[in-house]
């Protein structure tokens, strides 16, 4: 067979670590997969849909168990990925997409699914530099050797989805027996020097408030924070998208504000304001991360550790790696450098939840759901997260687990991304994931359930079912008057159509609380994947600050900046 490009493609990802190569396959990338069937140290994964190929690779990174890779073909295939790398740019992600393209000699000569740009065709070099942070066209074989580990390199320093192109004329050239490996340019990662942030701890007289974030989760800084946190025994706060990286049991609890932004705990304004300094720690604080925080963090010194600045005016300290740049400022604060007026905060501020109006409607109530989850979920239980309703209420309501993660996207919140993210999550870490989702985000993308089941992996799909993309009937409530609506379904049976479309796949359907927490063990314990139907309303009110002021009508700037207008 000879050492084609796409030999040197699999056997270099095997090398530096990557397990599995998540996909569909198609003509123009069908080489990638043949080569990946020779080798036993990397599995080619098929999915049913491009954008949950991409998903996977993105919730396999953000795992913590290295880069995610999606492959996919031409045309079509290649445009499925667009938005799950929109979203992987946004949150700084990093994943690496194998785009492939139609044979070098058709560009521009009116090829089937020719994107290469010439002549008429669709320009994909330019359409994947907008949704990534580095994008190539290989063009000859020889390319591939400094190309492939110059793309891995971006997206780990870089912080997002690289992309090559790679038409199927150079997949199937053969490369010199003896061309040999050459590593791209190694970018070394920056580090501020924290010593202004440690002399502004020394002048702290009064208690720290930390709001963590998602790059804390990247660097795997999770127990250099908690190493901070004890030492200036500051309370934390964590932003929605980093809810797993602080206050969670064994890693500062006791000490853990909760979640901060338009999901999140009104009392950490209190709590700020009662600092005498903020640290943010790897977040650059979002809209949806700081809703309801403006006016406290404006009245607070503010300081910052990570990788890009925040989207407020503060003193911010470079870092591409927080795990390194935490320990040295704690070990700035260590020893005769400790602070001297840093104190432990009095427990003044009164814990709070948002509030919405109660409900009485049919099926089970988004709280008494997320309870019944947290009496019966197990340690080290992985939660991925899906947009909408019931995702609000499960980040407001649903404590992480010891030693799980949870996750949730909400650089672009495109509804269905949980599906593919749980099932990358389930290959990456090989425990049971829990993937919580509406049946809108299901029928966008949840027919991915059936790769979850052809590999037996371990994740339990519970589908809130409220028959609606619900919180767009709540807009259409909210803001304009409940004249209409185009958001709601008709009914189904979740489970019960699961169970009837893929035989021996373990389903339920709940309507009542109390039938929950036994479906939910039942499902936790089966081998393999499970699926929870949860009949709930579409007229219940989530926890989501910017439908919960009902004092006033809301402002054009609410309405804009808290929520998209679409699903």
């Known amino acids: 067979m000879g050492h084609r490009v796409v030999d040197h493609i699999v056997e270099y990802l095997a090398a530096v670590g990557v397990r599995f190569v998540f996909g569909v396959d198609g003509a123009n990338i069908e080489d990638l997969y043949d080569a990946a069937y020779f080798r036993s140290d990397i599995d080619a994964v098929l999915a049913k849909h491009e954008f949950s190929a991409a998903t996977m690779a993105d919730g396999y990174s953000r795992s913590g168990c290295g880069i995610g890779v999606v492959a996919a ?43 290469s740009g010439r ?34 390199e971006a997206a780990r320093t870089r912080r997002g989805p690289s992309v090559l ?44 408030t930390i709001i963590a974030g998602e790059q804390v989760a990247r660097d795997g800084a999770r127990a250099e924070l908690e190493a901070l946190r004890a030492l200036l025994r500051a309370r934390v706060a964590t932003v929605p998208d980093a809810k797993d990286v602080a206050g969670t049991p064994g890693m500062g609890s006791s000490s853990g504000l909760g979640v901060t932004g338009v999901m999140g705990h009104p009392h950490i304004a209190s709590a700020l304001t009662e600092s005498a300094m903020c640290l943010l720690v790897g977040t650059r604080l979002t809209v949806t991360a700081r809703a309801g925080l403006d006016g406290a963090l404006a009245s607070v010194p503010v300081y910052s550790i990570g990788s890009a600045p925040p989207y407020l005016a503060c003193t911010h300290v470079h870092t591409d790696d927080l795990r390194a740049s935490l320990v040295n ?46 009496a019966t979920l197990p340690d080290g239980v992985d939660i991925v997260v899906d947009a909408g309703n019931i995702g609000a209420a499960a980040i407001h309501h649903l404590p992480v687990r010891r030693d799980g993660r949870f996750v949730v996207a909400l650089g672009m919140g495109g509804m269905g991304y949980s599906f593919g993210a749980g099932i990358g999550m389930a290959f990456g870490r090989g425990r049971r994931t829990v993937v919580i989702a509406g049946d809108g985000s299901f029928l966008m993308h949840g027919l991915e359930i059936h790769t979850a089941r052809e590999y037996r992996l371990p994740v339990t799909f519970l589908l809130f079912d409220n028959h609606a993309h619900a919180m767009c009937v709540t807009r259409e ?80 700037e609410e309405i804009r900046t808290h929520v998209a207008a679409r699903p």
Request: aromatic share 4%; charged share 20%.
């Open 73 to 115: 073909t031409s045309g079509g295939g290649a445009l499925n990925t667009v938005p799950a790398l929109g979203e992987a740019l946004a949150s700084r992600v990093p994943v690496l997409a194998l785009i492939g393209q139609p044979p070098t000699a058709l560009d521009g000569r009116g090829a089937f699914q020719d994107t």
């Open 119 to 152: 002549n008429g065709a669709l320009d994909a070099q330019a359409l994947f530099s907008a949704v990534s942070v580095h994008c190539r066209r290989v063009l000859t074989p020889a390319d591939i050797v400094t190309a492939l580990p110059a793309a891995i």
């Open 165 to 208: 192109l790679l038409p199927k004329d150079i997949q199937q050239a053969k490369l010199p027996a003896n061309g040999g490996v050459v590593v791209g340019e190694h970018v070394d990662p920056q580090f501020g020097d924290p010593h202004v942030i440690a002399r502004a701890l020394r002048r702290a007289a009064g208690p720290v």
């Open 329 to 374: 400022l704690a070990q700035a604060l260590s020893g005769a450098g400790r602070p001297a007026h840093v104190r432990v905060p009095a427990d003044t501020v009164a814990r709070a939840e948002l509030r919405p109006p109660s409900h009485d409607g049919p099926g089970i109530r988004y709280r008494d759901a997320m309870a019944a989850l947290d």
């Open 477 to 556: 409530q909210r803001f304009y008057g409940d004249r209409y609506s185009y958001n709601r379904f008709g009914p189904s049976r979740l489970g019960a159509g699961l169970g009837a479309m893929f035989p021996g796949l373990p389903t339920a359907d709940i309507e009542d609380l109390t039938s929950l927490p036994a479906a939910l063990t039942t499902a936790l314990e089966t081998d393999g994947p499970s699926v929870i139907g949860v009949e709930c309303s579409a007229d219940e009110i989530p926890p989501f600050a910017a439908f919960l002021d009902q004092a006033k009508p809301p402002a054009a």
